[in-house]
């Protein structure tokens, strides 16, 4: 039986992959900043552990924990919306933290353990803006282009010990969170002198029929988990589907 762990699992993307695994009779490793095991199935494959990605203990306690680990899910981030202006560095930091760090921090955990068995695979789910650059996400962009970067870095570095890096790349998914963790850190919201930029930017997802709904994810992550054939970056929802073609 196959273990898969997975971050930021209380919500989202991270929660619909764990049960689409556990549908699938693998092991999960559900990690979340605050464990409930109420919004997944009872079942004696999973395991919910505590884990905040910003902190060095926390990793080598929730690591230790999940024993050994074929497919690490690096799924925890958080959203930020808003122009550079109104970006305080301290929120510029936070993001980079869970969002950068946090998928570095995971990965170079469980890499002994990969390494010395001569097999794995590194899932980072990262996001379509990377594929085109949108206003008011400077930093949420930038923090997710440079997993995109180390990813394709690290594949070069873990081939010779059989550990695949794989990217999944999700486009603008409404019906999770991100919407609602953007706001709570927008706490004196837009600049003034944005307010044209950010109205025409809502008004254009407003108009936007194409989007991403959590079933492409997970199966864009689970072709990346068991395909040894799957590409390096993975599209996954229509939206994301589209922009990866245009961008070719």
């Known amino acids: 039986m196959k273990t898969i762990m997975i971050t930021g699992c209380s919500s989202g993307f991270g929660l619909d992959i764990a049960r689409y695994f556990l549908d699938?009779?693998?092991?999960?490793?559900?990690?979340?900043?605050?464990p409930r095991e109420d919004i997944?199935?009872?079942?004696?494959?999973?395991?919910?552990?505590?884990?905040?990605?910003?902190?060095?203990?926390?990793?080598?306690?929730?690591?230790?924990?999940?024993?050994?680990i074929d497919v690490l899910v690096n799924n925890a981030g958080i959203g930020f919306l808003n122009p550079l202006e109104g970006t305080p560095m301290a929120t510029a930091r936070d993001v980079f933290e869970t969002n950068t760090l946090g998928t570095i921090a995971m990965t170079r955990a469980v890499?002994?353990?990969?390494?010395?068995?001569?097999?794995?695979?590194?899932?980072?789910?990262?996001?379509s803006v990377t594929l085109k650059s949108l206003p008011l996400l400077s930093v949420y962009t930038a923090s997710k282009a440079a997993v995109n970067a180390f990813t394709e870095s690290l594949?070069?570095?873990?081939?010779?010990?059989?550990?695949?890096?794989?990217?999944v790349l999700p486009g603008r998914a409404p019906q999770t969170k991100f919407g609602d963790n953007a706001r709570a850190r927008m706490q004196d919201g837009f600049p003034e002198p944005y307010k044209a930029i950010v109205e025409g930017v809502f008004a254009g997802w407003q108009k936007d029929s194409l989007t991403t709904d959590s079933r492409a994810v997970t199966?864009?992550?689970?072709?990346?988990?068991?395909?040894p054939s799957c590409p390096m970056r993975v599209p996954a929802g229509a939206d994301a589907e589209a922009l990866f073609a245009s961008a070719k």
Not at 111 to 121: D, F, H, I
Not at 155 to 167: M, N, S, T
């Open 40 to 68: 997944l199935p009872a079942s004696e494959r999973l395991r919910v552990v505590p884990l905040d990605v910003t902190k060095a203990a926390g990793i080598e306690q929730s690591v230790a924990t999940a024993g050994p």
């Open 24 to 34: 699938r009779q693998w092991r999960v490793i559900a990690t979340m900043r605050a």
């Open 111 to 127: 890499l002994p353990q990969m390494r010395e068995r001569k097999s794995g695979v590194i899932v980072n789910v990262t996001s």
């Open 219 to 227: 199966e864009a992550v689970w072709r990346a988990a068991t395909d």
């Open 155 to 167: 594949a070069f570095e873990l081939q010779p010990f059989g550990i695949r890096a794989v990217l």
